[in-house]
């Protein structure tokens, strides 16, 4: 090859790295702040560009110390998509401090999210009712503010109720569609798709979980009942109060009587807490099984939430399976 064409192939070569360079560029810096609510947004950004994790796989969203390099996705962010304060309330300053000028997005805030209220005590009141037996209506926003940040009583774990995941999706295309036109047909052709795939597992899911519906269990901390809600399962109570404190001795004696006057068919731990506990204590009277609602287990990426709804199926009709 002559030195002219060497040098004109060369330039050309040079040319369409240097394109490609700035449509690299020019996908939205996107973080998020949960793997789940990361499996989404990148399922919908497939094909343009990929999102940032702050909170990294198998560490508690309710007290999390970033690590440089996720301090500088927040602070180089075009859209910060996460929770809410009431799943992680350090992250609120770090978006204020750090993610000043980019575009906020709190799922608990939305009118596209299904929220419940906490539960409270030993046992839980029937399901789809509160410690009074008021039933509570569907998609209604208990103890919730819109835009007034007043998450007080409520349930962070929105996640795990595939019908939210399903509208996030819209939503996520929409905002970015936004500050991305130019790929906003992508993002709402990926979301769309990721909708009817969601569809379709839920299905097959739920009609798996179906035998087992009516099978009593405990949970080591009340994470779960959005899932149950969409399932049609309910737990019957949980051993901790909260999802980073450990049960005291009267709970777990008031916890272990009731599982054996009830017929508990099941308890689960998670994988962040010891599991000895759960077979100490009830191991001659029920099952055992773990559920995890962040699917730690599981690479980041847009196959995570799917992953996470399939192995939180798998768990409970499992464990709840060998009792029947």
């Known amino acids: ?8 192939f060369s330039g050309a070569l040079s040319g369409v790295m240097g394109l ?18 990361h499996s989404l947004v990148a399922r919908v950004m497939q094909g343009v560009g990929e999102p940032a994790l702050i909170v990294r796989p198998g560490a508690s969203p309710h007290g999390y110390a970033m690590r440089p390099s996720e301090a500088q996705a927040l602070e180089k962010a075009d859209l910060v998509i996460w929770v809410g304060e009431a799943l992680a309330p350090w992250l609120e300053g770090s978006i204020e401090n750090l993610a000043g000028t980019a575009r906020v997005i709190e799922l608990l805030d939305r009118d596209e999210t299904h929220v419940l209220p906490l539960r409270e005590g030993v046992a839980f009141a029937a399901s789809g009712e509160d410690e009074s037996g008021h039933e509570h209506e569907g998609h209604e926003h208990e103890g919730h503010e819109h835009g007034g ?24 295309a929409g905002e ?13 052709e990926n979301a769309s798709a990721a909708q009817a795939e969601l569809d379709t597992l839920m299905a097959a899911l739920k009609a798996g979980i ?5 099978l009593p269990f405990l949970v080591y901390h009340d994470a779960y009942q959005y899932f149950e809600a ?11 109060l909260g999802d980073a404190s450990n049960p005291g001795p009267a709970r777990v004696a008031e916890l272990r009587d009731m599982a054996q006057r009830h017929n508990i068919a099941c308890v689960f731990s998670e994988p962040q807490f010891d599991p000895r506990l759960v077979e100490r204590v009830f191991g001659d009277v029920a ?16 196959d995570l939430y799917a992953d996470l709804m399939r192995a939180m199926a798998r768990s409970l009709t499992d464990c709840l399976g060998t009792y029947r």
């Open 176 to 188: 970015l569609a936004a500050i991305d036109p130019e790929n906003a047909a992508q993002y709402a």
């Open 230 to 240: 969409w399932a049609g399962l309910h737990a019957d109570g949980a051993i901790a």
């Open 1 to 8: 090859m002559s030195k002219r064409l060497l040098g004109v």
């Open 287 to 302: 099952g055992h099984g773990v559920l995890d609602p962040m699917a730690s287990g599981h690479a980041p990426g847009p």
């Open 20 to 37: 490609a360079g700035v449509a690299l560029a020019e996908a939205p810096r996107v973080a998020t702040d949960i793997a789940p609510v």
């Open 149 to 172: 940040h007043d998450h007080q009583g409520l349930d962070p774990h929105v996640w795990l109720d595939p019908e939210n995941a399903h509208r996030w999706l819209g939503l996520v």
């Open 210 to 214: 179906a035998p087992v519906r009516d």
